[in-house]
């Protein structure tokens, strides 16, 4: 594996230094010159990062291969500066078992373009009756620490007090799609002014909000970590942030496109738009920037959810929801976060050291000396249009088609191999590292 | 006007033309032979991808009556039973010739992705899609409102009829379920744009979140509605029978009680206020038949009129021609 030495680069947004890799670690440049001559990489201009860690995302393997593999979704968070990536629940089979997370998990070192830690289901088959072998999960070879029925909203109170309390043993987190059913039956958009005229039926921000409400109230009670995924509404981020100022041990979410789209969109009926949490209004919009930049929303999830041509290109009712968004996450949360006063150093926050953190990625969210050399470049200034057919995942639903970007991604190190390369991907990572071989 | 998809984006110099031409059209019925020649050749697809005879059998008159071929296109027992996509089904059609596409679905939206997507190039006339739109239906309705606020005979021929008004100062309300109801929001868009003043009487649950930003004012209690407006027409709308079990009011009997055109509630109005409804009716549910059968309902003529509107649609859209002078 060759060693590289990355010249000039901003690092953190905080001045230009060097940075060199050896033996996939960040390492010391002095280190470098004693041995191999390293590949140098004038990086002039470009701003280094951690690299970018995704709490939630759809590789959809096994089961929707023609949605997305785990090769082609990791080269996707190759291509988007990620460099461990967490891939949910609901897949066909479900990940309920240990044997399913471990095979997603050795589908993730197969393909070696990033760390695929797999997210277990909370119940069995997601279906809300009976907890899933959370410690069977926790203790095999994928070490699963995330737990989540993703798309399914732990509806049950008792059996999300059990999941709370029970994951403790391994300080687990489980990560809730805040969602009353009965509150979205047959919910089609964002309840609102627009659905009204529109005669969809609406998705009330308050089937969000009181799940959020009960489950701060039981993680509170009993003392766990609760993540809330894709926080999508005012409400719901007062709410988070009242019970952040009480101390309880909640985490949250945002996505990019909640960041920066609204139901205004759904008037064109293309199911592009179409998605759950469904895009909310602009004042939803306002409130979700502001927790991002004042920390009560800890992460940027992305939610990437591939879907075959052919669950989008249909009426509204009948399409799919979801979209994707790991090739472009950083450069939409670059855009969003630009009337604020949000650094590069709260970008690394938000896309790397947080969800590091919370998910217990142990080598990734970190520059310092010593880590793994998990690390991303980006170009701040190099204006760019989206273009959804030339990115690496399989989804082509990217609602941010023929949209101006400023930020490029340029390069991806994973664990000291440059998978991703002034743009282009490369090859996997020789050795398909991962944390899990110390 | 390429499409006709709903009535919000419709002008009112655009709604009024087409009731117009419409008036122009109730003159057919009266020569010997009920057509025109306007649209021979041309191929009409009515493709229904939800049950609806009546509209559908309203539309393929108004075809027929400008000598336009007819497909019907019904998606039970059809392809789209056995999976095919709507894209696959609009393509099929169109190879076979469409001129335009009269289209009728369960999903809001759904008449308008079909004109977006460029997957076909005809017109495409939404023949009412989920709780969004029922353009034609608000068009008939305005259409039968106008000729009879009028003075004029409600449906039929009439040489001199009422052209280039709107319906201003018209005092209208719609009651009922306005929630799942695509005539209540075509209707709400069309008759504010002619100039009406729209009332909407509708238990709260069976109004939209967000109603309050339509231009419209808002009744939960039918009686006091009754009490403070001289209403110029009452447009009753039909309740769904799946709606009875979802908790959206109690039960049949109370609704009836408070949201329905009883014989008494009719008694009580003023003897000029008509009634309509865009049917199929619940009898003895949303409307009694003392309303139903009264001298003041204009159902019929609503019936009636519609084929004269879907002729003027058609008409318009399919020549790009304004008004129709032999």
Redesign the interface.
Known sequence: MSNHLIRGANVLGQGRADIAIKDGRIVDPELLTAGDPPEIIAADGLVALPGLVDMHTHLREPGKEDAETVLTGSRSAAAGGFTCVHAMANTAPVADTAGVVEQVHRLGREAGFTEVVPVGAVTIGLEGRQLAELGAMARSAARVRVFSDDGICVSDPLLMRRALEYVKTFDGVIAQHAQEPRLTEGAQMNEGVVSAELGLPGWPAVAEESIIARDVLLAEHVGSRLHICHVSTAGSVDIIRWAKSRGVRVTAEVTPHHLMLTDELVRSFDPVYKVNPPLRTDADVQALREALADGTIDVVGTDHAPHTAEHKCSEWTAAAMGMVGMETALPIVVEAMNDYDFSFGDLARVMSEAPARITGASGHGSLEVGASANLVLIDPDAPHRIVPSEHATKGRNNPFAGLEVSTRITDTFFYGHRVLAEGRLTTPHPAGASWTEK | MRHLLDT?SLSRAEAISLLDIAEEMTLVSEREVKKLPVLRGRTVVNLFFEDSTRTRLSFEAAAKRLSADVLNFSAKGSSVSKGE???DTVQTISAMGADALVVR??????P??LA??GWIDVPVINAG?????HPTQALLDAFTLRRALGGFPASGAVKDGPRGLGLDGAKVAIVGDILHS?VA?SNVHLLARLGAEVHLIAPPTLL????E??PVRLHYDFDQALRGVDFEALMMLRVQHERMHESFFPNEREYARLWGLSAARLDRLPTETFIMHPGPMNRGFEISAAAADSDRTLILDQVENGVSVRMAVLYRLLTGQEDHNE
């Open positions: 919000s996509s709507l894209q679905h369960s999903g809001s939206g759904t308008h992705r977006h997507t899609d989920g709780t969004h739109e695509r929001r939209p979140w967000g109603v930003t339509w």
